[in-house]
């Protein structure tokens, strides 16, 4: 079993993209539109509002069509590598997956629901201070974590 989660954890991390928006109706409505004509698919995500401007923060079906895209449209944005953690439980698993995450000394920076489900269970993209050690953490606690390629099936 600990070769399978190593296995799990070598692969392509899930990549979270963040994108400036004006603070105007129709600002992500405009991006998720462009993205879905290059079929790319939205599988998270978070808004964080301000009075001026609005950060998207997405998780995508392809993140490299998207940086593709973004580029040849001179549309600036901030890239990251998330925890992506399936709740087995639903949200019964949330207690348990943070005191773990404490207990670690993990310190998490922000999270969000997926809007996805490839096994029919809740997921959760966790940004924190330590990706290695979270994952590390998390997976030797029995959750399963998802890489990239279980996300764009």
Known sequence: ????????????????????????????????????????????????????TSIARIIVSDPDRLEELFGRNDIAYGACELVVAELEEGAPDLPRMLAALLEAEVNIFFSYTLLVRPRGRPLIAVHTDDLECASAVLAGRGFRLLRQTDLSR
Do not use: C, P
């Not at 990549?15 to 004006?22: G, K, N, P, W």
């Open 1 to 52: 079993m600990a070769t399978e989660t190593t296995e799990k954890l070598d692969g392509a991390g899930v990549r979270q993209y963040s994108v400036f928006l004006a603070n105007r109706v129709g600002a992500l409505m405009e991006v998720v539109q462009m993205l879905n004509e290059a079929r790319i698919v939205v599988l998270g995500l978070s808004i964080q509002d301000s009075s001026e």
